[in-house]
């Protein structure tokens, strides 16, 4: 329980503590005329820039999940068993979090219960899960964190939750793939390969569900405004 307990703030620590000053003071920095997150939606003849720095986020993202996998599988069969939880915890948190920050950068409002179901289902379907798969999340997280918060439990929070479910089905995937972790040494490339090319191969659906998603909106917002 208290190795539970321990990966949960972890994830906490990761998931809850994305501040959207920070993203837009990066966006400045890349030469982006913002001052608010709310500006992001109004950028599209900038979306060159909302690019570099998505893809920025998703390469700091996936040396993340990297380190965290050398690390778990650098000492063999011992550091595997210990660490193999956090390993796949922080992947999912990383992962999460930089959901996060792309749903800013494409003008998501982190207050909009529709904005951050439509974040969440692209964050799902870059994992691999169909709509079916997701609906089945949903129901869990909805389930488990209503339970939790009825007994004041750790995980009351919907989205720790989220990413709980989400660190078990990263667990089922990335297990097959990692037996070379439990050679001492080796392990430790081999985890943080395995851990890097999914992380790559996840971000590169994300970015790019997240710009089809942009223009599409980018879209009909023109359409309204053409038809006043």
């Not at 599209?44 to 920025?56: C, D, F, P, Q, V």
């Not at 063999?76 to 999912?92: E, H, S």
């Not at 207050?111 to 798969?133: C, K, P, S, V, Y």
Request: glycine share 8%; charged share 20%.
């Amino acid at each position: 329980m208290s190795n539970e307990l321990t990966i949960i703030e972890k994830i906490k620590d990761i998931v809850l503590n994305v501040d959207p000053a920070s993203v837009v003071k990066d966006a400045k920095d890349m030469g982006m005329d913002v001052s608010e997150a709310a500006d992001f939606v109004r950028q599209a003849h900038n979306y060159a820039h909302i690019e570099r720095l998505s893809g920025k986020y998703a390469g700091m993202t996936a040396t993340l999940c990297a380190a965290s996998g050398f690390t778990s599988g650098v000492g063999g069969v011992t550091t595997t068993v210990v660490l193999a939880g956090a390993d796949i915890a922080n992947m999912a948190a990383q992962l999460y979090r930089l959901n996060q920050k792309l749903a800013l950068l494409n003008g998501f409002d982190p207050d909009n219960e529709l904005h951050n179901d439509r974040a969440q289902t692209i964050f799902m379907a870059a994992l691999g899960l169909d709509a079916t798969a997701q609906a089945g999340i949903r129901a869990i997280v909805t389930k488990a964190a209503t339970e939790n918060l009825a007994k004041r439990g750790p995980a009351s929070t919907p989205v720790i939750r989220l990413v709980m479910e989400i660190a078990k089905i990263l667990g089922v995937k990335l297990t097959k793939t990692q037996a070379g972790k439990l050679i001492p040494f080796v392990g430790g490339i081999v985890g943080g390969g395995v851990n890097y090319m999914f992380a790559k191969s996840m971000t590169k659906k994300m970015l790019a569900d997240y710009k089809s998603d942009y223009f599409d909106r980018w879209q009909l917002q023109a359409n309204a405004v053409g038809t006043v």
